[in-house]
């Protein structure tokens, strides 16, 4: 073999691995699909509100004072909330979730330091002198939810605000009260943006359904901070795996919206129309995972912001009821996705047969064709005749036996999609692997695949061996990258692709 048969199929191997990395695997986890409609932001003038500068800061009236908090905790069955009368702010949310029988919590929210009086979550600001120290006024226990109501007053005007704290759902209801004591004033609300610490390619975006219902979603870092949406429907934030958004306003308190960044932090803020005597607004918040049984619950367009939606959407719900339905079987959720993978390696082995089928004569005819480009090389008339005398009496593989590969990369990719970017592997172990979201500690499963695709070389014809190695080299070290979830799917697929060929040969089903 010459050289150049060696060094060929590893810097094409190797380019392939670069764009994968380059323009897949890091688009691929960034979640940000970008603002899909430009209508849904203002620039014009085009009412007095859409004139006014964007105002992300908040003067307090009391910034001298000092008084100590008073902490409310609200324990649900989905999770713990702590409210704090420093800004009748919500300081703390922890989720509560069970996995191979052990109780996890995720913390999402976390309180602000001393320092940090604007980036409290739900704080309540007027254009100047805001106030930032209310009283706890009265909190309830109405069986499936919680009140809790805060009242404070400043110069400008007095707030009053309760909470709804539903038990059975990841809602959160805010009634807001405001009576002005000046002649005109602006409310505005701000809240967070979730956060998971070790989250594997973690990334916030900005997440916003227009008035005329059309979906956007932009990362962090793309975000222009001048930018603002026209009464939007739907508003917030959202990281890999959960969501904090404004989702439903009873007396359209959202006349605009926009964004501020704080260091690494990022902060939904809503701004309602300029009042001049009493104003009270109804609003509600999805603050919870990005699980669909939980998200149909309250509000079904936050789908949308799932890491799978898309074309693929319908293929991937599927495939994560199934994954979900094994899990309760085996109990584990790396055994569920083994289970997953040889499940559709079964329904795909038709496919897989006529494929390998179409692959090996495909070979065997261009076997034949060279032997008579050989022979004949001297004769081109003898050769051309010789040729379509071939293609007469075998016929051409063409497309046709590519077809059922085809068919497998939907699903291929789909359930790529949810390994990588569901919650449900979040903190979810096996064996040695801590965390199925995360990377695999001990990068077992890359070698693993290297291993797998390198035994498949050794049967691999003599010409197509040195790509098939570098292709192992090269999947083994992108796979290294991928979650563990993601990595052991890979895995178990090649594997029993490998056992799968060996099989179809020893019972000589393919040759």
């Not at 793309?222 to 890999?240: A, R, V, Y």
Request: net charge neutral; charged share 20%.
């Amino acid at each position: 073999m010459k050289i150049k048969d060696y060094i060929v199929p590893f810097l094409f191997a190797f380019a392939t691995a670069w764009f994968l990395q380059r323009f897949v695997v890091n688009r691929w986890f960034a979640s940000d699909t970008g603002s899909t409609e430009r209508s849904a932001v203002f620039n014009a003038p085009e009412y007095s509100q859409e004139a006014r500068p964007l105002n992300t800061e908040i003067d307090f009236a009391d910034d001298e004072k000092k008084e100590s908090a008073t902490i409310t905790e609200v324990d649900t069955p989905w999770g713990i909330l702590t409210f704090s009368t420093h800004g009748a702010s919500l300081e703390r949310v922890v989720l509560k979730r069970t996995i191979d029988g052990d109780k996890q919590f995720l913390t999402t929210l976390m309180p602000p330091g001393e320092h940090e009086k604007e980036q409290r979550c739900f704080l309540v600001a007027f254009q100047e002198q805001t106030p930032f120290y209310y009283k706890l006024v009265n909190e309830t226990d109405a069986g499936n939810k919680t009140l809790i109501t805060y009242q404070a007053t400043s110069h400008i005007g007095t707030i009053r605000k309760t909470f709804v704290v539903y038990k059975n759902i990841h809602q959160i209801d805010m009634n807001i009260m405001v009576t002005p004591s000046v002649d005109s004033v602006v409310t505005r609300l701000f809240f967070s943006a979730p956060h998971l610490e070790g989250v594997l390619h973690d990334t916030i975006s900005g997440i916003a359904i227009s008035e005329s219902g059309v979906f956007s979603k932009t990362s962090r870092t793309s975000l222009p901070i001048n930018q603002g949406w026209w009464k939007p429907t739907l508003f917030g934030c959202d990281s890999k795996y959960i969501i904090y958004a404004l989702i439903h306003d009873d007396n359209n308190f959202m006349q605009r919206a926009y964004y501020k960044h704080a260091d690494e932090r990022l902060f939904s803020i809503v701004e309602a129309q300029e009042i001049k005597t009493a104003q009270e607004w109804q609003i509600s918040f999805y603050f919870g995972p990005k699980e669909s049984d939980a998200v149909a619950a309250v509000d079904d367009r936050l789908e949308q912001t799932f890491e799978y939606s898309g074309y693929l959407a319908p293929i991937s719900r599927v495939l994560l009821k199934i994954l979900n339905y094994l899990y309760n079987y085996v109990g584990n959720y790396g055994f569920a996705i083994i289970l997953l993978t040889l499940l559709i390696k079964l329904l795909l082995l038709p496919f897989s047969i006529k494929s390998e089928g179409g692959t090996k004569q495909r070979a065997d005819m261009q076997k034949k064709l060279q032997y008579l480009q050989q022979k004949y090389k001297n004769d081109p008339a003898t050769l051309a005749r010789e040729r379509e005398e071939l293609i007469r009496k075998h016929g051409m593989p063409g497309l046709g036996s590519c077809l059922p590969l085809l068919i497998q990369i939907p699903v291929f990719f789909a359930l790529s999609r949810i390994l990588g970017n569901s919650i449900e592997l979040y903190h979810a172990p096996m064996l040695w692997i801590p965390d199925l979201s995360g990377t695999d500690p001990y990068y077992i499963l890359p070698m693993a695949v290297t291993g797998a695709m390198l035994a498949q070389a050794a049967t691999a014809d003599s010409q197509q061996r040195m790509s098939v190695i570098a292709m192992a080299l090269v999947f083994g070290a992108v796979t290294a990258s991928f979650s563990a979830g993601l990595a052991l799917y890979i895995c178990t697929n090649t594997v029993l692709s490998v056992l799968q060929t060996s099989a179809l040969k020893w019972l000589k089903i393919v040759k």
